[in-house]
């Protein structure tokens, strides 16, 4: 079964930049779509963005629209989460996951099958 790991959390200061990666391990993402989730402290697993296969459609959540983006790349079996414009209310835990088939879009986490461990990103004010 595949593994995904997630790297590049951290702490940054309001407006600033990060960019996180997920990488599989054991196997490949396939042709199917990768997503991002995030979970603040004390609410529920929060869908993101996710990415087909191709690269060539995305689809992301109204509250990181326009400043986050998901891109892909299929060889090094890796897939990055440029957040820009970060504000105090993205701070998570962020979480790759593999979607279940690239038939739709996957945008709930029953969608989606094998998960990362997550990395935690803290945007101070």
């Known amino acids: 079964q595949v593994q995904l790991v997630e790297s590049g959390g951290g702490l940054v200061q309001a407006g600033g930049s990060l960019r996180l990666s997920c990488v599989a391990s054991?196997?490949?993402?396939?042709?199917?779509?990768v997503g991002w989730f995030r979970q603040a402290p004390g609410k529920e697993r929060e869908f993101a963005g996710t990415?087909?296969?191709?690269?060539?459609?995305?689809y992301y959540s109204d509250s990181i629209k326009g400043r986050f983006i998901i891109s892909r790349d299929n060889a090094k079996n890796t897939v990055h989460l440029q957040m820009n414009s970060l504000k105090p209310e993205d701070t998570a835990v962020y979480y790759c996951?593999?979607?279940?088939?690239?038939?739709?879009?996957?945008?709930?986490?029953?969608?989606?099958?094998?998960w990362g461990q997550g990395t935690q990103v803290t945007v101070s004010s």
């Open positions: 054991g196997g490949t993402f396939g042709r199917n779509f």
């Open positions: 990415i087909s296969w191709t690269g060539d459609h995305t």
């Open positions: 996951a593999l979607g279940s088939s690239w038939l739709y879009t996957p945008k709930v986490p029953n969608d989606y099958t094998s």
